[in-house]
T-cell receptor, first 113, second 114 residues
Framework: DAGITQSPRHKVTETGTPVTLRCHQT?????MYWYRQDPGHGLRLIHY???????DKGEVSDGYSVSRSKTEDFLLTLESATSSQTSVYFC????????????FGSGTRLTVV | GEDVEQSLFLSVREGDSSVINCTYT??????LYWYKQEPGAGLQLLTY?????DMKQDQRLTVLLNKKDKHLSLRIADTQTGDSAIYFC??????????????FGKGTKLSVKP
């Protein structure tokens, strides 16, 4: 699993509260991605990072922010959680974009009530 | 455009072959992938094919790529109950960052009946 750990694995939170999800990797991957998975939508890119402090928006970035202060950690923050952000969140990593080496974490199931 | 289409469901009998189809729209895609997701788990890379290849075989898996029609298929020979999962087709593009991002289809749920 390329040493990827997502935490927490499950979380229930209330509408309006901030939530931070963590992706931790131990193999010095340069590129890190956050996706959300929803029924009928497959996986959609939220934000990605191409190095420390280098991040950019993906397809569905509204309501989310990210930070990458060190190579191994990529944090996804829901600034004020809404029910529409109930989803399963996956982190993915790769050394070099556009190759076969994308590896996914096990996911975080987030429920916003 | 960036759109990857797959049928949502496929049901086969154990021992038969399964064929999961995918179409994509972006001819600049460099790699095409098949991922497998078992219930409650993350995505596991099954196989991939570079865009200048027509076919790739890996044990029970055969990937066919028709670049002219932008059609990708995954054939699983001798399908087993352990193959029951959701299969995602994905494409990636040249470059880094979001251009190296994977664009996923919605997934095909494969059910294998004993």
């Amino acid at each position: 699993d390329a040493g990827i750990t997502q935490s927490p694995r499950h979380k229930v939170t209330e509408t309006g509260t901030p939530v931070t999800l963590r992706c931790h990797q131990t193999e010095n991957h340069r590129y890190m991605y956050w996706y959300r998975q929803d029924p009928g939508h497959g996986l959609r890119l939220i934000h990605y990072s191409y190095g420390v402090k280098d991040t950019d928006k993906g397809e569905v970035s509204d309501g989310y922010s990210v930070s990458r202060s060190k190579t191994e950690d990529f944090l996804l923050t829901l600034e004020s959680a809404t029910s529409s952000q109930t989803s399963v969140y996956f982190c993915a990593v790769t050394w070099q974009a556009d190759n076969y080496g994308y590896t996914f974490g096990s996911g975080t199931r987030l429920t916003v009530v | 455009g960036e759109d990857v289409e797959q049928s949502l469901f496929l049901s086969v009998r154990e021992g038969d072959s399964s064929v999961i189809n995918c179409t994509y729209t972006d001819s600049s895609s460099t790699y095409l992938y098949w991922y497998k997701q078992e219930p409650g788990a993350g995505l596991q890379l099954l196989t991939y094919i570079f865009s200048n290849m027509d076919m790739k075989q890996d044990q029970r898996l055969t990937v066919l790529l028709n670049k002219k029609d932008k059609h990708l298929s995954l054939r699983i020979a001798d399908t087993q109950t352990g193959d029951s999962a959701i299969y995602f087709c994905a494409e990636s593009k040249p470059g880094g960052g979001s251009q190296g991002n994977l664009i996923f289809g919605k997934g095909t749920k494969l059910s294998v009946k004993p």
